[in-house]
């Protein structure tokens, strides 16, 4: 039984963080604490410089692989527009639409209602359900009109999810066709480069030729991204090197700053789970370790036991067999084998496992890749584990 007189020891977190915020996905911080990206940030400017003083902003279109800063710097870049057109007595709002998540044209309308609605702070009520795009997109042009709103800037933020691209049209058109008398733009952001090839030509000529390319992050960036957020931890809580690890890791691997500043923080919380004074460099080493497990218990989530079975098979052959790698159908239905029947489970046909090995390669978790076999043998298929054996075994255990 919880003490209830000692109620502050159960909500106890320590000293590690002082401001955990700093380090947490989706927080936007001040313009000042982005780094590494001062062309970018200054090209979203100058797209939206004439919002600032009751002009139209100019739709831009931002590529980028994930954790490059489009989002942020978009997000920030926006967020200092509004702050400069007060100044010039200019209405200037804006929404953020996360289209991975509202990725129906019906769900982004509403979304992008909602936002307006928050960024005003007006009292307007927007349904959850029961009306249509056009209408949400109606109450958005009713909103900008009632409250007189020089210009309104949308981000749509992986916009290559949504379904058909009638609200981005529709987005281009509102003024022309009266709905609203604002300027109005958007900044599209997505992951993939042949985004714009997709849409159709009537709406690809009607927007502007303002296309961004956001690189990867190289080390020494990453690393100063770290360090404008290491006081989101209490004064010589990082030990030496902590910083210059995650940045050097991130770098090799992905370049991707979300995933550095996530892995710093996942090493301070195991510190503070161990009720420790430190975080170290070990600490960096096991927050990756369990990053790839939580990465690998995501891609199997939902597969069928047998599905495991072969994963699991696969792995440990792996990790008996380190200069091998590859393994040929037969071998991993053997070990298969085996593994089902520990389990209590009749094992599946040799043909429906080597069906079910060809679909993990397509889901990106091995690779099939087709041999020539010695002599007076044919070609054979060979199947190899993309990661870690030891992760993958570590995942489907847990």
Known sequence: MVDTDDRSSLFETGDIFSNRELLRVGHVPELDRVVGRDQEIAAVGGALAPATRGGPPETTIIYGKTGTGKSLVSRCVTREARIEAKSHDTTLAYAYVDCSDYQSETKASREMARQLVDTLGVDRNVPRIGISAS????????????????????????????????????????????????????????????????????????????????????????????EHRIDAFGDGVLADGVVPKVAAIAAKEHGDARKAVDTLYEAGRLAEKQNLETVTAAHVDEAVHKAEVNRFERLITGSTPHVQHILRALALLTAKNPGKGAFRTHDIYDAYCSLASTEGSSPLSEDRVYRLLKEQAFLGITESNHTGGGPGEGSYLEHRLLGDPEVVVEALSE
């Open 135 to 226: 209408d949400y997109r109606d109450i958005t042009w009713e909103i900008l009109n009632d409250y007189d709103v020089d210009a309104f800037v949308v981000i749509l933020d992986e916009i290559d999810k949504l379904d058909d691209d009638e609200l981005l049209r529709s987005l281009t058109r509102a003024r022309e066709s009266g709905k609203a008398a604002s300027h109005i733009g958007a900044v599209c952001i997505s992951n993939k480069i042949e985004y714009r090839d997709r849409l159709n030509e009537r709406l690809d000529s009607s927007l502007q030729d303002n296309e961004l390319i956001f690189d990867p992050y190289d080390a020494t960036q990453i690393r100063a991204i770290l």
